[in-house]
T-cell receptor, first 111, second 118 residues
């Protein structure tokens, strides 16, 4: 059974702070990993793919640890607009496979 | 990025009626589309994989006779919720990939359909 686990939060974080989320996955055959952002009652929007070497996009940094089967997302200098639910997603194979999502981590940035 | 259009965005219907949701890839062809369902404060759950020109593949626990999927062209997949009941009320969302099925391909999502069954 494919499982993706996340701490649901909420994480209440002051503006400007750094916050990190982890996500674990059970299927060791998983090949592709993503972080999505979802606002209330909206579709998830791709934030970034996650690679073994780690990757950074502005204030966001994602890491993959295959040995321990977890991925992480770090947000630096958090903004009020970062408030959302962050979903990690795992794909077993390629684009022909659906994504398995975690339940999401709710982030609230406070002024 | 690629655009996936989903309609309607919201539908309210009476119990026992059927509801059709459309998912279109506007600027690419999608051999495969995916249908997800999300209950409040829950994760998106994959319901089925829609394959153009062939039968859909349903996830365990999803009734194929209740959730009819048609993928008649490379740009359109439809999900019909037949004989809807209040417990079918949920956020339904489709996704598609413009790629060839390789690892790491990004999936793009429609804007979702909020179904409320009275």
């Amino acid at each position: 059974r494919k499982e993706v686990e996340q701490d649901p939060g909420p994480f209440n974080v002051p503006e400007g702070a750094t916050v990190a989320f982890n996500c674990t996955y059970s299927n060791s055959a998983s090949q592709s990993f993503f972080w999505y952002r979802q606002d209330c009652r909206k579709e998830p929007k791709l934030l970034m793919s996650v690679y073994s070497s780690g990757n950074e996009d502005g204030r966001f940094t994602a890491q993959l640890n295959r040995a321990s089967q977890y991925i992480s997302l770090l947000i630096r200098d958090s903004k009020l607009s970062d408030s959302a639910t962050y979903l990690c997603a795992v794909q077993e194979g390629g684009g022909a496979d659906g994504l398995t999502f975690g339940k999401g981590t709710h982030l609230i940035i406070q002024p | 990025g690629a655009v996936v259009s989903q309609h309607p965005s919201r539908v309210i219907c009476k119990s026992g009626t059927s509801v059709k949701i459309e998912c279109r890839s506007l600027d690419f062809q999608a051999t495969t589309m995916f249908w997800y369902r999300q209950f409040p404060k829950k994760s998106l759950m994959l319901m089925a994989t829609s394959n153009e020109g062939s039968k859909a593949t349903y996830e365990q626990g999803v009734e194929k006779d209740k959730f009819l999927i048609n993928h008649a062209s490379l740009t359109l997949s439809t999900l019909t919720v037949t004989s809807a009941h209040p417990e079918d009320s949920s956020f339904y969302i489709c996704s598609a990939s413009p790629g060839t099925g390789g690892p790491g391909e990004k999936l793009f999502f429609g804007s979702g359909t909020q179904l409320s069954v009275l």
